[in-house]
């Protein structure tokens, strides 16, 4: 393994040289910009919602399944690793990670494509935009400013896609700002690209376990993925008669492992190739955080199983299908009586964007507890 951290560190993002805060603010006396936006995080109410909100399965199925906050988590935890391996910054690393999911809806992607049904009318659903619109606008800690007042480098990390007609409004708005990249087509920051495969890689480790536990996936079915089956060996190689539960974690920790030695191998090698003199050039160079092409493959191959197997599986269809339900009936019953809403979000004269900055930010059983009041004639009585 390499590593050239001086030749790394050149292109990572410093604090000291931060593109800064839409509202300036006074220095904080120990604290440097990316360490406060992962403490501004942190302590935001969207992120405190996240324990309650669904990854895959429905939030009240278990309690061992991840949750947004579980998954946020790992997602820093890996990208904390790499970075310090390659030299990156660890404060914007962790922010970007922590804030990554913040805009999703209750009950995860089922939650979030009935939102965007319901919108589609009026510009949409997307979770990487509403990301960035809780951050920005929906946060309310502040006495004279909407949002957190992150730095640009953390919301150019939470905005991770973004469609050429969202970028174009964005960029209206702030000129030269974080939707710039996806008019003019360059990277984010090393950083922010970092957090996209850590996300990748938590995710596609972290949903075998939960699918597993759930018993929808069976370790004879994870036989037949290549990169599992490998480690798999490894590990009764190493531990014979290995079984059960502890064959399964033995298993996904090589298969995190060699991906992230693999991510940070790959990523050393293409940074020092394309030997960018700064953060700004690492920008335009094309995409310098990767996996091996072998490593990528195998990790695409892992993805189509765990959609097959896992994400299609009748059980996971049939509760997302609920849930699909239970976000179109909140929809239709706050814009047919407003005065369910919440007063802020009553007052507000962008009705649909209002109902659905509302619904987004519900947790699965806030949710399922207002879906309930409204349509049970019982409690309404
Ligand atoms: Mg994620």
């Known amino acids: 393994m390499i590593h050239n951290p001086t030749a790394l560190l050149r ?6 040289r931060s593109r800064g805060r839409r509202f300036a603010v006074t220095p904080a006396p120990t604290r440097n910009d990316f360490q406060r936006d992962r403490d501004r995080i942190v302590h935001s109410t969207a992120f405190r919602r996240l324990v309650y909100k669904t990854q ?12 947004r906050l579980t ?5 820093a935890q890996l990208a904390r690793d790499i ?17 990554h999911d913040l805009g999703h809806t209750p009950f995860g992607h089922a939650g979030q494509d009935a939102l965007h049904d319901c919108m589609a009318a009026h510009g949409g659903f997307e979770h990487n935009l509403q990301s960035l619109r809780v951050v920005d ?39 030269g700002g974080v939707a710039r990249r996806f008019i003019d087509r360059t990277q984010p920051s090393l950083e922010a690209q970092l957090c996209n495969l850590a996300d990748e890689i938590a995710y596609n480790a972290h949903d075998i376990d939960d699918g597993v536990r759930s018993g929808l996936l069976t370790l004879e079915q994870l036989a037949e993925l290549p990169l599992f089956a490998h480690h798999q060996a490894q590990a009764l190689d190493e531990h014979p008669g290995l079984q059960g539960r502890r064959l399964l974690y033995e298993s ?3 298969l995190l492992s060699a ?55 009748p059980q996971v269809v049939a509760t997302t299908d609920q849930a699909r339900e239970v976000v179109r009936g909140l ?8 005065a369910e809403l919440r007063a802020e979000f009553a007052q507000r004269p962008d009705r649909e964007r209002a109902v659905a900055d509302y619904i987004a930010g519900m947790t699965d059983r806030y949710a399922l507890d207002e879906w309930q009041k409204l349509y049970d004639p019982y409690i309404r009585a």
């Open 252 to 254: 996904i920790r090589r």
């Open 137 to 175: 606008q929906l946060e309310e800690r502040y006495p004279h400013l909407d949002g957190l007042n992150l730095s640009f480098e953390t919301r150019e990390g939470i905005l991770k896609h973004c469609s050429a007609a969202h970028a174009r409004a964005i960029e209206a708005r702030e000129p």
């Open 259 to 313: 991906q992230v030695y693999d991510v940070i191998d790959a990523s050393a090698a293409a940074i020092v190739a394309a030997a960018p003199p700064d953060a700004d050039a690492a920008r335009r160079a094309g995409p310098l955080l990767l996996f091996s092409p072998a490593m990528q493959a195998q990790s695409s191959a892992l993805k189509r199983f765990l959609f097959q197997h896992l994400y299609r599986h």
């Open 56 to 67: 895959v399965f429905l939030n009240h199925e278990g309690d061992l399944f991840r949750t």
């Open 71 to 75: 998954h946020s988590l790992e997602v």
């Open 83 to 99: 970075a310090r391996a390659l030299g990156l910054n660890e404060d914007l690393v962790e922010a970007i990670a922590l804030a």
């Open 331 to 338: 929809y239709a019953a706050y814009l047919e009586r407003p």
């Open 11 to 16: 292109c990572a993002s410093d604090p000291a």
